[in-house]
């Protein structure tokens, strides 16, 4: 499966962001999907993980309550919703796929991430 991850941009802190993942290549609902993020010096990190039907979801304790993670699969896309962003989440951010549900690693595929920078 390819991905493509989109809708980065540059937004005041407390802002909104939505990120979507476009999926092609493969039945879309054979994978669980998951973001992550990797900021400047910093090691890529977990962000959240998206069941195959989108009825669970999983979140690193930096971002619960803030960012909702979510998928269309009619669409073949999953979103990240980033509401009450701060500085420190300021990174790029790559979507991901895996056939197993529940993983923070390990994914098998990834698509190239998208820009998101929070000013102060």
């Known amino acids: 499966v390819q991905l493509q991850a989109s809708g980065g941009g540059l937004v005041q802190a407390g802002g909104s962001l939505r990120l979507s993942c476009a999926a092609s290549g493969d039945t879309f609902s054979n994978y669980a999907m998951g973001w992550f993020r990797q900021a400047p010096g910093k090691e890529r990190e977990f962000v959240a993980a998206?069941?195959?039907?989108?009825?669970?979801?999983d979140y690193a304790d930096s971002v619960k309550g803030r960012f909702t993670g979510s998928r269309d699969n009619a669409k073949n896309t999953a979103y990240l919703q980033m509401n009450s962003l701060e500085s420190e989440d300021t990174a790029v951010y790559y979507c991901a796929a895996h056939r197993m549900y529940g993983l923070r690693d390990g994914y098998d595929y990834w698509g190239k991430g998208t820009q998101v920078t929070v000013s102060s």
């Open positions: 998206i069941s195959r039907t989108g009825r669970f979801t």
